[in-house]
């Protein structure tokens, strides 16, 4: 009777204690053979190695022996191995890509972010699967005109290259709802925008553009433009068609009119601060019946219309540094307002001690000189028209609309499982959980946060209980946005450092009796609302390590001491400090605005 045949398994080498830099180890292969997927970030690969093109081929004629397994498991058969679907190279050496990666067709995700790349090979255009592309912070000059094969492309992350020109290579990216070209050296972009039917985000700061395509209206789902730091004059009429948009941001360009926005009745943010803009019109204000946020900071605008009375959603209103001499007064009657900036205007009809007490005493003033209309029909057309475009735009019992997940005002003390689930399976990009009574959110487990945290760029937890900041949210590596404002928080984890891209912080109304060690390991911040708490000290040592700073919001806190040496933080253009305990700077400087503010800190710096 023949012997039974052993299994044959080739002879392992003894693994290394620690893997070498630039290597990729065949452990480390055999899992992504099993799992499909193949992380191999910071390695100092300055290639990649054949071994990975060649992760899915099967072993030749020859080595096909009966029992044959890979790794260390025995049940794992050359012929079981899944194909090779997300591959990650980021923060390496590359210099190029080879066209090898043309033998990965299953690939839906491919990373190579953090590299020297200064082109892409022709054959990333036979990656038909490929859903998210990132190839940002790298050196790119020009793209392969084959890109726009990919036709299941969803996400393509471009940013921070040296890009002076996209063309053609975007026609045809239909499926295409993220694209990101921040920070490059683009002075136009291309009518192929248009085509982009899906495009629901597109990001175009700092760049050298003079302007919008007009096909842009053909992007019929866009939601998101964010433009600033360019060089924009006017914006095409046509931006006002497009129903969808709920932010824009121009800030810093050099607009002289307020664009159009004409059916643009979902809009929820407009930045169009450090501009040229000389007046905001009532046609204006009609077209912004759904806005939370309107920036217009650093303009030359000289009057603000009463017509601003009527928009009953506006939260946030930044109109400082401008030349307005009077407020309307049905700004005290707006519902949801809780923060107006005003400073650097010549104010003439308010006095100095109600402008320097901050947002709800400056209200309060102007909410007194309100005379009362009689009832009318007016307001309820404007209701009507508003619950109508809410319908318009597909509000159903569902907490999700288009991009965002939404269960604000719902009294909620938890939130199930399902809820983040359907977050997940729409690829949400914002989550709005304020006005409720959570205290924590344990049904959101950290493997749900991770797959959120791929779309979430803005989280609103404002108004709850909360008093610690949920660790699940440092998940969330993409956010810009965290609202936190009203909760009970006295602190925040060291562990929020790991938001690197987050650019706007509120923490208004809190606990807090200083500022948080944490956010100044963020540099990213722009923003930063920490109004309303009993803040009694400025750590100027710290506060100068956020060197991209341009909004502090430290007013009614405890603060006894102005340091001086803040006037050296030239990248500040709004810092509002009224409503504390400190005798310098006195109110008639508070009240001549920012700019002055920082003249009189840095001239009173010993030397």
């Known amino acids: 009777m023949a012997q039974s045949r052993a299994k044959f398994k080739p002879p392992r080498r003894a693994a290394p204690s620690e893997e070498e830099p630039g290597t990729v180890s065949e452990a480390l292969l055999n899992a992504a053979r099993k799992s499909g997927q193949l992380n191999i970030s910071n390695r100092q690969l300055v290639r990649v190695p054949e071994s990975v093109w060649s992760i899915n081929k099967a072993p030749p004629e020859s080595e096909r022996v009966e029992g044959l397994s890979f790794g260390n498991d025995d049940t794992a058969r050359w012929w079981d191995q899944a194909e090779l679907n997300k591959l990650v190279i980021s923060s390496n050496q590359l210099t190029e890509l080879s066209p090898q990666i043309g033998q990965l067709p299953a690939i839906t995700l491919l990373d190579l972010h953090d590299n020297k790349l200064n082109t892409l090979p022709d054959a990333i255009g036979t990656l038909i699967q490929l859903s998210r592309l990132n190839v940002s912070h790298n050196r790119l000059v020009a793209l392969p005109s084959t890109l726009n094969r990919l036709v299941n492309l969803k996400s393509l992350q471009l940013s921070n290259n040296m890009l002076t020109r996209v063309g053609n290579e975007l026609d045809g990216l239909v499926s295409l709802e993220l694209l990101d070209l921040n920070n490059n050296q683009l002075e136009s972009l291309p009518p192929a925008l248009g085509s982009m039917t899906s495009l629901n985000q597109l990001i175009i700061n700092d760049n050298r553009l003079v302007g919008l395509p007009r096909e842009i209206c053909g992007a019929v789902n866009l939601r998101s433009i964010e433009a600033s730091m360019n060089r924009m004059v006017e914006l095409p009429g046509e931006l006002g068609s497009l129903r969808k948009l709920e932010q824009l941001n121009f800030r810093h360009n050099s607009l002289t009119v307020i664009p159009s926005l004409y059916n643009c009745n979902n809009l929820k943010e407009l930045h169009l601060g450090d501009n040229r803009i000389r007046e905001i019109l009532t046609s204006h204000i009609e077209q912004l019946p759904s806005i939370n946020v309107l920036d217009l900071r650093d303009n030359k605008i000289t009057i603000l219309p009463e017509s601003i009375g009527t928009l009953k959603s506006l939260q946030r209103l930044d109109i400082s540094n401008n030349d307005i001499s009077a407020l309307p007064c049905v700004l005290g009657s707006l519902p949801n307002l809780n923060s107006l900036v005003i400073e650097g205007n010549p104010l003439k009809s308010i006095r100095r001690d109600i402008t320097t007490r901050g947002t709800q005493a400056l209200l309060e003033y102007l909410r007194s000189r309100v005379v009362q209309p009689e009832k009318s029909t007016g307001l309820e057309s404007g209701d009507t028209k508003i619950s109508n475009n809410n319908d318009y735009f597909g509000v159903t019992d569902s907490f999700i609309n288009y991009k965002s997940l939404d269960c604000s005002g719902k009294k909620l003390s938890a939130i199930s499982e399902s809820v983040w689930s359907q977050g997940i399976k729409s690829s949400v990009e914002v989550v709005n959980l304020s006005h409720n009574l959570l205290q924590n959110l344990q049904s959101l487990s950290n493997d749900n946060a991770s797959l959120l945290a791929t779309t979430v760029h803005q989280i609103n937890l404002?108004?709850?209980?909360?008093?610690?900041?949920?660790?699940?949210?440092?998940?969330?590596?993409?956010?810009?946005?965290?609202?936190l404002r009203n909760n009970q928080l006295?602190?925040?984890?060291?562990?929020?450092?790991?938001?690197?891209?987050?650019?706007?912080?509120?923490?208004?109304?809190?606990?807090?009796?200083?500022l948080p060690n944490v956010i100044y390991d963020i540099p990213s911040l722009d923003t930063l609302l920490a109004n309303d708490n009993a803040i009694a000290t400025i750590d100027h040592e710290l506060l100068v390590k956020l060197v991209n700073l341009s909004t502090l919001d430290l007013q009614n806190n405890s603060i006894t001491h102005v340091p001086p040496q803040l006037g050296l933080m030239t990248s500040l253009r709004s810092l509002q400090l009224s409503g504390n305990l400190f005798r310098q700077p006195r109110a008639a400087i508070l009240t001549k605005g920012t700019v002055a503010l920082l003249e009189y800190l840095a001239d009173r710096i010993q030397t």
């Open 462 to 483: 404002s108004l709850n209980k909360f008093t610690n900041l949920p660790e699940t949210i440092m998940n969330f590596n993409h956010l810009t946005h965290l609202d």
């Open 490 to 514: 006295s602190d925040l984890p060291k562990s929020l450092k790991s938001l690197n891209q987050l650019q706007e912080l509120v923490i208004s109304s809190n606990r807090f009796q200083n």
